[in-house]
Each structure stands twice: as C-alpha cells, then as structure tokens.
C-alpha cells in the first residue's frame, strides 16, 4: 500500500477530539502517530462514552479516533519523563496539543522551547477560540463552540429556536483543519527545510464552516438568516429546499425551478417564479408539504417510492431520506466500502486463559482515495500506555549510539 505520510512521526499531546482527528487522518495517510499520554488515566477520552459503549475499559469514542495509534506514558511534571518526551520531541516531524493557554509554556513544551530542540519541526496547537480575546479561558468543547457561533439558528424550523447540529461538527471541522495546515507545512519544509507552528481553533473552524451563510449577511445589509416554517433546510433557500413527509416516509427536494417540479408532480400550485420561490417560499411549502402528504390515486394515497419515481423522470433534484440501517444495507453505501474492522490481541489478562479472542471494534475507514487507492489499518486504538517500554528502549538504544559514535 502507497502511504504518502510512511516515515513522518508523530507526537500527540491532544486529548478528546479536535487534535485526535487531526491524528487519526494523519495515521491513516502512514504517519506513526505516538499518544503521549497521562499515566494512570491518560486521554481524557478514554472516559467520554457515547451511549455508555465501552470497550476493554475505554469509550467506544475513544478507539473511534484513536485506531492505529500508540500510547506512551509520560508525566509531564515528572523530571525524568519530561527529558524522554523532550528527546522524543527531538527525533519527531510532527506534535500536536490542546492544552489551554499558557499551559505548555508552564511545562516548557511551547512552540519556541520546542523549536529549540528541534528547528524544524511542525507543531500544531488546537484552542477553543484563539490565544486572544475574551473567550480565550472560555471551556473549548464543541456545543460550547457551536453555541457562540451563529450556526445554531441555522437548522430546524423557524419557531424551534437554536438547534445545534446532532454531531461533533466543530471539533471533526477544526480536526480537518489542523490536518490541512501540518500537511501544507510538511510540504513547505521539504521545499524550504523549516519547521512552523500551525493552529486553529473551534470558533475559526465554525466560522469557515458557514462562510456562505457570513459572506450572504456580511453583503446583503446585514440581514439576519430566516428559517423557513415548515422544511427548513437552508436558511437562505428558497423553494423548494427542504424534506418533506410523504404518506409512507419522507423526501429530501434540492434546489430547482419550481414549473418543471410542479409539472412532475401534478400541482399546478407550485407553478412559481424563481423569484416567488423565495418571497413566497414559506407558502409554497405549505402547498408542496401537503400534497406530498396526502395526494391520492384511485383512494391510494401516494408513496415515496412513486413520487420519487415521478421526481427522477423529470430530472428533479431529490432522494429517498435512509437511516442508518437502511443506508448501511444499501448497495450505494456497499460500493465505496466504507466499513472499517480494527482489532487488537487480547489483553494480558486473557493471555492465561484459552480465550485470546481478540477485541475488534466496527468501524469507518479513512475516506480519502488517492490513485484509486482506499487507505485502511485494521490495528486497533491503544491501551494506555502499551508502547511505552518499547518506545523507551528505543530512545536508549539512539542514546548510546550517539555516545558510541562520539
């Protein structure tokens, strides 16, 4: 398998979610990605469950962003281990962290201690908002960030009042973000043999998610975004946009002249001006709502899947709304392969008995191709602290051949 990241190291000091992501692509691309983490309880994520799902102790959360990665434990205020961490530091490309502000520079991990070690290395730093400003001690999780954000009057309908989006969008946004940036100064040091300090935060990545929505208010007199009242989708839509409820499931309608839509599903009534699809677009979705609700047929009350059949012979932007069984059974969703399976031996705990099943975690691969190739690992996250010997016998073995050498 081509890995274009084969050979790059790195370290990650990050916890939960943002900087892990940003690990996790990483890794999958071919990077070693070491977790330095807290001995005793490490990432803060191994105790974050999502639908109290666990695994061998630690959230199912955690081994979702943490797969192909190895853990090595290091107290940071421990003399001993700070010096191993330093030389690690030393051999590494790459180390990421979010500790709040003003904490590396207690620890004498910030950016120009550790350019000091190592000149030219990339060293990537995830903050909730900035290092400036008032929300700079503000908590940087990622309903926190969405809440400051805007994005929250985006979604839902108009009387529903803020509704956030139901997924950890800033930090997986600001995880991708980070990615990016190392990725551009990995590429700047083979050009030019210089390292850089990359970051991003919460609030920017938020920000760049809705920069259609902010270019639209920052040029159209500062008008506020207004959510439709019935199927909103996009607050600066017009109609049609939206999901509608048919007799039997519901419809998903894109953007698209409305004469050609109210020909295809016989409703003169839809019959409006692009102009109309959005001075009049709370009424014309009343209208679209209902008939797609309760036309009838010879007394049979019309189904998706005939709608949906009217829809694709006209050429209308549409589709059928899956849930997550149906869209993992779904032939679409088989053809990119997205299942993932990692696994990783039994614990040493099970070693004595004679079940070493291994534990294996269902999964999503790393969504990028490249020349066709999909990027997949099947190792599993780490326990706390598994490489930890390794890794330190490795750093004495370097060690004493650079005195042997000298």
């Avoid at 081994?63 to 001993?80: G, M, Q, V, W, Y």
């Avoid at 003169?268 to 209902?290: C, G, M, T, W, Y």
């Amino acid at each position: 398998m081509m890995q274009p990241l084969k050979g790059i190291t790195v370290l990650e000091f990050s916890q939960y979610l943002a900087g892990p992501y940003a690990g996790l692509r990483l890794a999958d691309l071919g990077a070693r990605v070491i977790k330095v983490e807290r001995p005793g309880s490490g990432d803060a994520c191994r105790s974050l469950a999502t639908k109290d799902l666990w695994v061998e102790g630690d959230s199912l959360l955690f081994h979702t962003i943490n797969r192909n990665k190895e853990s090595f434990c290091a107290d940071l205020k421990n003399p001993h281990d700070l010096n191993a961490v330093r030389q690690l530091i030393a051999q590494a490309d790459v180390m990421t962290h979010n500790f709040r502000p003003g904490v590396m520079e207690k620890i004498g991990l910030d950016y120009t201690s550790v350019k000091a070690l190592n000149t030219q290395i990339i060293y990537g730093e995830v903050s909730g908002y900035g290092n400036e400003g008032p929300w700079v001690h503000k908590p940087g999780q990622d309903l926190l960030a969405q809440a400051v954000s805007g994005v929250g009057w985006l979604s839902g309908n108009r009387s529903d009042g803020p509704v956030p989006l139901g997924l950890a969008i800033a930090d997986m946004l600001c995880g991708t973000h980070l990615a990016q940036g190392i990725l551009a100064a990995l590429v700047r040091r083979k050009k030019l043999g210089i390292g850089a300090k990359v970051q991003a935060s919460l609030l920017e990545s938020m920000v760049d998610f809705q920069f259609e929505g902010l270019t639209t208010y920052l040029n159209n007199g500062r008008q506020l975004p207004t959510r439709s009242e019935i199927a909103n989708a996009h607050a600066f839509l017009g109609a049609p946009y939206g999901i509608y409820q048919t007799s039997d499931h519901w419809i998903a309608i894109s953007m698209g002249p409305l004469g050609p839509l109210a020909e295809a599903l016989q409703c003169p009534a839809l019959n409006k001006s692009d102009s109309e699809a959005f001075s009049q677009r709370d009424a014309i979705k009343a209208v679209l709502a209902e008939h797609l609700r309760t036309q009838t047929t010879d007394h049979c009350t019309q189904t998706t899947d005939h709608w949906m059949a009217r829809l694709n012979a006209a050429g209308i932007w549409a589709s059928e709304v899956v849930d997550y069984d149906q869209l993992l059974h779904h032939p679409a969703f088989k053809a990119v392969a997205m299942e993932l399976q990692v696994s990783r031996p039994a614990s040493s705990a099970d070693h004595s008995s004679s079940d070493k099943s291994a534990v294996t975690v269902n999964t999503t691969r790393c969504p990028l191709r490249i020349n066709g190739q999909r990027f997949t690992s099947a190792k599993a996250a780490p326990r706390l602290g598994e490489d930890t010997d390794h890794i330190r016998n490795s750093l004495r073995e370097s060690s004493n051949q650079r005195e042997a050498a000298q």
